[in-house]
């Protein structure tokens, strides 16, 4: 369904945005799927997929594809701008996918996003080895920048995976400012850092709007939702405790 020209609108469904029930190599591409109630896409009737650790072996609807986890989503200030992301692809070793990436202004609540605005694709091979490969692409986005990212896997043996948990872009310039406040939004180093007990989390905000932070574990699943209220403009903190998730401490 879908594809590069040809993607389309799913939006204001009562649940989710695009449902695969069974069976395999069912391929969404380049659609804009946005401000349904329920996620983006759902591979059976559970929502969020959480990923497989390795090989993603299991079975279901597409395979239970895994989605991309991404490190980084930065913009770059300039004529034009430059949207680099950074991150990994773990699943069947010596497979080919294509990855899709797109822009959003929200979240949602379950933190894997949906797709707004598409931004493009690019190809990968996971490679012999079980590690995942890890991907670099760039963009050029044009009219409205998004604060989040989220990507998909397309796979010709399985299909297309759900859509990947959200990536704050950070240093994203935007216009209309207010005086004096933050001229980007930004998500500062946590401290202290690595910790045993806590931490606290700053951000800052250029403008007000909804706010959606989360902690994730390195298989791309929510450990702690932190922050998930409409905030204003400005400098914001808050503190998030690792309660149970590492005796000798843990790191950010």
């Known amino acids: 369904m879908g594809g590069a020209g ?4 799913i939006e204001y469904n009562g649940g989710r945005g695009v449902q695969v029930l069974s069976g395999i190599q069912h391929v969404l591409s380049a659609n804009r799927i946005y401000k349904n109630d329920g996620i983006g896409i759902d591979l059976g009737t559970d929502g969020v997929t959480p990923n497989e650790a390795l090989g993603d072996a299991d079975a279901g609807p597409n395979g239970l594809t895994n989605f991309p986890t991404m490190a980084s989503a930065i913009l770059s200030a300039g004529h034009p701008l430059v949207l680099a992301i950074q991150g990994n692809l773990k699943s069947a070793a010596s497979r080919n996918f294509t990855l899709e990436f797109f822009w959003n202004d929200v979240c949602d609540p379950s933190d894997n ?3 707004h605005v598409y931004l493009g ?3 990968v091979n996971t490679g ?4 995942g490969v890890d991907f670099t692409v760039q963009f050029n986005p044009t009219g409205s920048t998004g604060h989040y990212v989220t990507a998909t896997a397309t796979s010709v043996e399985e299909g297309t995976s759900e859509f990947s ?3 704050l872009v950070t240093g994203s310039p935007i216009v209309g400012t207010p005086e004096g406040g933050p001229m980007a939004f930004s998500l500062h180093s946590p401290a202290p850092n690595p910790f045993r007990e806590s931490t606290r989390l700053s951000y800052s905000l250029p403008r007000a709007g909804m706010v959606s ?3 994730f574990d390195l298989g791309g699943r929510v450990v702690s939702r932190v922050v ?3 905030k204003e403009a400005g400098s914001h903190s808050a503190d998030w405790a ?3 998730l590492a005796r000798g401490g843990v790191s950010l």
Do not use: D, F, P, Q
Request: charged share 20%.
């Open 6 to 9: 040809a993607g389309n609108t």
């Open 113 to 115: 996003g949906e797709g």
């Open 121 to 123: 694709k690019t190809t």
């Open 128 to 131: 012999i080895l079980k590690t």
């Open 165 to 167: 948990a959200c990536r």
């Open 213 to 215: 932070l989360s902690v």
């Open 228 to 230: 998930n209220a409409h």
């Open 242 to 244: 690792a309660k149970g």
